[in-house]
């Protein structure tokens, strides 16, 4: 049938995806900007244009996610690739960056150390914000850490003064040089329980599963990273743990437990205890049989 052609206004109206999705997408599949969907919305679309929009929506509408068809998600400001190997940063993480921003302020030179850094975008948005900081950041996913690898080469200063992302290559504090201390240490570690329903729902049903759960009680990454940061903390230094909607309490006593003080957790945008963190006083550990 030789109908009016199709517009962006007509296969928006048309689509059953929420409408800043399907924005999302048909600028994508038009390779257009937003701005560009407004001005050239009556425009006449070809037929290879309306093919590439049916297909994302046929495939958001399948339930894979919009940064993946898309290929970036925005976080803190910064846009960053995404891919099938890496969590999709969420807004809720934000709140982590800029504590550890705040924990960061009046210390020239901060050393950072960020761990399971993902797609990079904690470790690169703090490294951003902080230019003269030193970011170190760990990752045991070979294909994430590629994808961290491009982000952090497109998104910082090819000079800045802190020095390049230091990207490191596997498990927690395992391929850190020995002799390193961090003013701040960070992560978004995998806190979901092995047996979540979550786990098998939306978004998450497509991103790696093991960014997401430890296949356990949610809490053995985060014990594993509270039990080894005192050993890689400067003294005075900080450690900041982003955690599930119900583990702030664990998380704040395996905290108290390994020797942190002030240890307290911050509310995200929805009200949720989300990030947990201390500050670990004393020097790390005298004598040569210092725990990793
Ligand atoms: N915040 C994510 C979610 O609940 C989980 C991220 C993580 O496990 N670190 O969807």
Do not use: C, K
Not at 59 to 67: D, H, M
Not at 108 to 123: E, N, Y
């Amino acid at each position: 049938m030789a109908g009016a052609p199709d517009t962006v206004a007509t296969l928006l109206r048309a689509s059953a995806l929420p409408a800043l999705e399907a924005r999302m997408l048909l600028g994508h599949a038009l390779g257009w900007r937003r701005t560009e969907l407004i001005t050239r919305a009556h425009a006449p679309l070809d037929a290879a244009q309306v093919a590439r929009w049916r297909e994302l929506e046929a495939r958001r509408g399948a339930g894979e996610p919009v940064a993946q068809l898309v290929g970036t998600r925005e976080f803190y400001g910064l846009e960053f690739e995404v891919t099938p190997d890496v969590l999709i940063p969420r807004p809720e993480t934000e709140l982590l960056v800029e504590t550890a921003l705040g924990a960061m302020a009046g210390r020239a030179q901060p050393r950072v150390l960020d761990l399971g850094t993902g797609t990079g975008a904690i470790a690169v948005a703090l490294a951003s914000a902080r230019p003269d900081a030193q970011v170190w950041a760990v990752e045991r996913s070979a294909a994430a850490l590629q994808v961290a690898t491009r982000n952090a080469a497109r998104l910082l200063e090819a000079n800045r003064p802190g020095g390049p992302l230091s990207l490191l290559h596997g498990d927690w504090y395992a391929p850190l040089a020995p002799a390193l201390r961090f003013d701040v240490i960070v992560s978004n570690p995998p806190y979901i329980a092995g047996r979540d329903p979550h786990l098998g729902q939306g978004d998450l049903r497509f991103e790696p599963r093991a960014a997401l759960t430890d296949e356990a009680d949610g809490l053995s990454a985060l014990r594993a990273i509270v039990t080894g940061a005192p050993a890689w903390l400067a003294a005075g230094g900080t450690l900041w743990l982003e955690h599930g909607y119900d583990q702030a309490a664990d998380v704040r006593a395996l905290l108290t437990a390994r020797g942190f003080r002030a240890v307290r957790s911050e509310r995200d945008l929805a009200g949720i205890e989300r990030i947990s963190g201390g500050q670990f006083a004393e020097p790390p550990h005298t004598g040569a049989a210092s725990p990793r």
